[in-house]
């Protein structure tokens, strides 16, 4: 029997010295879902993403992942448990290849002796080169990362959360910054990948957002101004009035 | 393509130049007083192998490595002293067969913190495990809690003059200033003869590749790679799923480990422990070194406590009061105009030219790590 919600966030709350950045949220997204946050600039969109990763504390609430509460956990323990998180600006090892990017990203010898004695075995190089071809950079796996487009670095991103194969993946805004035939090759990526897994994806790329949503939530000053379908989230007054006038 | 192998033919002969320059060309070219200062320098190289890895390659400048560098010697001159210490020695002191200082400072027995440096095994095994431990419990409360950079770096600082405080405050059980002297035999065998002396070189340079080559593999496993991951974009490793902190622990226990065994091995060649080679001046010069030397190269960090060590005696025998302005000038030198050190020099410069003269086409652009010009 498969559960009913993967991830339970509930009466999600922080506070930056009194200011609420998030404040009260509460949302449910079930298995296989894509679900799209959008809203204003400075509506606590990061913040959530910040929150449910573990990279900022919360002042209050719960965040369960298949039951499991990850409010209390280590960054590293919530990615191991299938959390998956890209950042806004592509954050990639410049200094590495392209295939040691991805090879650090293989789920494999994370522990201090693991990673001392991992092997580059068939299975990796095999599984690095794969992913390579899906993210477009299967002829440059030798080159170091800096040299790396701004969209070819998104993609390295997004690669080395698919090696990992998260069950849960959040976005942070991946489209943004891209050429038009980089945004529609990304478009192209991303619906593949969101096959099979649950993600949460950041995005004011509204076209792209009715590609892929599932559901829509928008955000406002920390809280739900709006949730459901992109139909119906277009043409609620308040999300009219709040974001979309604009 | 990937290269995996654990040399590559580059590193061989880098690693190949230094063995012959320390088991060959230095044993034949200098008298044996210059090869025992070749050797003690050569200690000084463990300690910048262990940075090249901690601050090369993971990001984490210490600037108290003196201070396991000290831990190893003092746990070697321990030893040694209680050896030195027998009640046929000691016959004119108060209490004869405990440590000379301790009879000035009217101990009357042995504490019980030296009684295991009666052994030897116990005492070798000390000389890495002290550092390792102290390293663990400093990276354990900073790594953790994620203090780094550098906030890191003066805490190690702090560290490094707290231990000079303790060990000269300490007198009776340290030996204060003057440090643990007059150390004579190593199980019997007089470590002050000139025979005794190469011997300890060679012993020395074995153990520095032992060294060198744990360093190596460090380098080429993942865990290399990590670090420099770690040292770029810390964040990103923590959600690629690793504890972060566990691994600079690693490593930093790992630099305490070469430095130690550094340590141990000055107090057998030069013969003495003091604290002033413990405190925050020695600590800051094992950093140039490393610097020199190129911290991004574990080969370079050997040529660059060789090179820096012998300018400074040369230098100080000429000119002594002018050396730490030299000293200082060649840090500033480094950093402003070879960020790399002799290792990027070589790499950079000399080796792509070196090949274009021999009529090669420039090699593969890995790393900076080979070994710099003599």
Redesign the interface.
């Known amino acids: 029997m498969q559960e009913r919600f993967i991830l339970k966030v509930e009466d999600l709350t922080v506070s930056f010295d009194g200011f609420k950045a998030v404040d009260a949220l509460s949302f449910y997204v079930e298995p296989n879902e894509c679900r799209v946050i959008i809203g204003p600039n400075g509506a606590g969109k990061t913040t959530v993403l910040d929150l449910i ?1 573990g ?1 900022t504390k919360a002042t209050a609430g719960s965040v369960k992942f298949h039951d499991q509460e990850l409010l209390t956990m ?3 323990q919530i ?2 448990a299938g959390v ?2 890209k ?1 806004q600006t592509p ?7 392209v ?2 990017n991805l ?3 293989y ?1 494999k ?4 002796f693991g ?4 092997k ?1 075995d068939t299975d990796v190089r095999a599984r690095i080169k794969e992913i390579a071809e899906t993210i477009f950079l299967a002829d440059q ?2 080159e170091k990362a800096a040299f790396l487009s701004h969209g070819q670095k998104q993609w390295l991103e997004i690669g ?1 959360l698919l090696i ?1 194969d998260p069950e849960l993946l959040m976005l942070d805004e991946p489209v943004a910054g891209m050429s038009v035939a980089e945004r529609k090759k990304t478009a192209e990526l991303l619906n593949r990948i969101i096959q099979d897994r649950s993600v949460i994806v950041i995005e004011h790329d509204m076209g792209f957002v009715a590609d892929i949503a599932t559901r829509v939530t928008v955000l406002h000053q920390g809280k739900t101004l709006s949730e459901g379908s992109m139909e119906r989230v277009q043409n609620d007054p308040k999300v009219v009035e709040v974001y979309l006038g604009h | ?2 290269s ?1 192998a654990f040399l590559s033919r580059k590193e061989m002969i880098g690693f190949a130049l230094l063995a012959a320059l320390i088991f060959i060309v230095f044993p034949m070219m200098l008298d044996s007083f210059r090869l025992n200062l070749f050797g003690k320098y050569l200690t000084y190289a463990f300690v910048a192998v262990g940075l090249a890895l901690c601050w090369g390659a993971g990001g984490i400048l210490s600037l108290g490595q003196g201070v396991f560098f000290g831990l190893g010697g003092y746990c070697m001159a321990m030893f040694l002293k209680l050896e030195a210490s027998t009640p046929e020695n000691t016959s004119i002191q108060s209490t004869p067969g405990i440590p000379d200082f301790m009879d000035w400072n009217q101990l009357t027995e042995l504490p019980v913190w030296w009684q295991p440096f009666y052994s030897l095994p116990l005492a070798l095994f000390a000389v890495v495990a002290v550092p390792v431990v102290f390293a663990f419990i400093i990276g354990v409360a900073m790594f953790t809690r994620r203090v780094g950079g550098v906030y890191f770096a003066i805490i190690t600082q702090a560290f490094a003059a707290i231990l000079t405080i303790l060990i000269i405050g300490q007198q009776g059980y340290t030996g204060g200033v003057n440090g643990i002297t007059d150390l004579r035999t190593l199980l019997g065998w007089d470590i002050r003869t000139d025979e005794a002396k190469t011997t300890l070189y060679f012993v020395n340079g074995v153990l520095l590749f032992a060294v060198l080559f744990a360093a190596q ?2 380098r080429k ?3 290399g ?2 670090l ?2 770690m ?3 810390e ?10 902190a ?2 600079k622990i ?1 490593i930093f226990c790992l630099g305490a480990a070469f430095a130690g065994i550094g340590g141990a091995m000055f107090t057998l060649q030069v013969g003495f422990m003091s604290p002033t080679l413990v405190g925050i001046v020695p600590s800051i010069e094992m950093v140039i070194f490393c610097a020199v030397g190129g911290r991004l190269s574990i080969l370079g960090a050997v040529y660059g406590a060789l090179l820096v060590n012998w300018a400074k005696t040369t230098f100080s025998e000429s000119f002594p009061e002018l050396w730490l302005f030299g000293l200082g000038g060649l840090f500033i030198a480094v950093v402003m105009l070879f960020p790399n050190g002799l290792a990027g020099v070589w790499s950079e410069k000399i080796e792509p030219r070196l090949l274009a003269l021999l009529g090669k086409a420039p090699a593969d652009k890995s790393a900076p790590d080979g070994a710099p010009a003599e």
């Open positions: 990763c990279r280590r960054e590293d990615v191991n998956g998180r950042f954050s990639v090892y410049e200094d590495l290849t295939f040691e090879e650090l990203s789920p010898g994370h522990s201090v990673a001392l004695v991992f580059r796996l030798d080395m990992q | 393509m990937q995996s593999y460090v496993s993942k865990l790679r990590l420099i991951a040292r770029d974009q964040d990103r490793v923590r959600f690629s799923g690793y504890n972060v566990n691994f690693f």
